[in-house]
């Protein structure tokens, strides 16, 4: 992308610890709800938390192995991905890194096997897959569909795989307190498609925004950053959601920046380049403000009142 400074190439960057919050905060939500329902084990928790950071990790790693070995990635755009373009690190490191992530990931699963059953192998066979094939073997994101598989993957799947590890059962709860925070985690993707939309345009991949016109794009980037509010505003009316979680409504003026952001993307290289950043601060802080309401309202509170 012209006018926006390359990062440095290295291991920080192909690992985007920064992008850790599409782990962490699905893993916060059921957790806290787990919590409320008496289900909790910190020992538990801690390992699906870790779990979850080794899955996202090992998605930043595959996904940048995928764009190289298929070209999209070269050195005429390589000012978010430079790693391998330049030859800082080597493609089959890379890879071998990504798959001992999810090697990892696995064998804390046998301790999730052995605590609640074989029914979790379900949240971690398409916890892999999501991770694993955005941009090799099933490929998404070249498919279009990565937006809805990070949606169900991350967004709804990790929260209710991370309840069902401590609790041992399904939560409708969960399910519904996850949606707001599962349509941020899919904005992320959407910007970084919306970023990157000429030249994923002129490398033939086709994301899901590439099929769009860069308007009609931008619209439903804007819309899955703002969706979430309603949503939560509902659940709270409805009682689903403790009133403790309008914490979240703090993040409106996140919201706010974000959108006067969008409105010089097309023609501001620097503006283009925070349509993601400005996602991840959003879904930070919406989804660590949420599940703080939620901890206060029903756990903290009634140990004090």
């Given at each position: 992308m012209s006018g926006v400074k390359p990062v440095k190439a290295g291991w920080w960057n192909a690992f985007r610890p920064w992008t850790l919050h599409g782990a962490v905060v699905p893993v916060l939500i059921g957790g806290a709800v787990a919590y409320r329902d008496g289900g909790?084990?910190?020992?538990?928790?801690i390992l699906v938390m870790i779990g979850g950071c080794l899955l996202?990790?090992?998605a930043n790693l595959l996904n940048t192995y995928g764009d190289y070995a298929k070209g999209t990635d070269t050195v005429e755009n390589e000012t978010r991905s430079p790693e391998l373009v330049t030859g800082v690190l080597k493609p089959k490191h890379v890879f071998l890194m990504g798959a001992a992530c999810i090697l990892v990931t696995c064998l804390?699963?046998?301790v999730f096997i052995w605590r609640c059953g074989w029914g979790i192998m379900v949240y971690g066979i398409l916890g892999i897959i999501g991770a694993g094939m955005y941009t090799i073997?099933?490929?998404?994101k070249y498919h279009g569909t990565g937006?809805?598989?990070?949606?169900?993957m991350m967004g709804i799947l990790m929260p209710m795989?991370?309840?069902?590890?401590?609790?041992?059962q399904h939560s409708l709860d969960v399910l519904l307190l996850s949606i707001p925070n599962a349509f941020m985690i899919t904005a992320v993707l959407c910007g970084n498609e919306m970023r990157d939309y000429e030249e994923d345009r002129k490398a033939g991949v086709g994301t899901l925004c590439g099929h769009m016109s860069y308007g009609n794009g931008m619209r439903l980037y804007l819309f899955e950053n703002t969706v979430a509010f309603p949503i939560l505003l509902i659940l709270i009316i409805s009682g689903i959601a403790p009133l403790g979680c309008a914490l979240a409504f703090i993040t409106l003026y996140d919201l706010h920046k974000l959108y006067v952001n969008s409105r010089r993307a097309s023609e501001d290289p620097h503006a283009g380049f925070?349509?993601?950043p400005l996602c991840f601060k959003?879904?930070?802080?919406?989804?660590?403000?949420?599940t703080a309401g939620f901890v206060i309202q029903t756990i903290i509170l009634p140990m004090v009142i």
């Open positions: 909790f084990d910190l020992l538990m928790f996202q990790s090992a804390i699963g046998l073997g099933l490929s998404f937006q809805f598989v990070v949606f169900l795989g991370t309840y069902y590890v401590l609790t041992g925070m349509l993601v959003l879904n930070w802080h919406f989804g660590v403000l949420l």
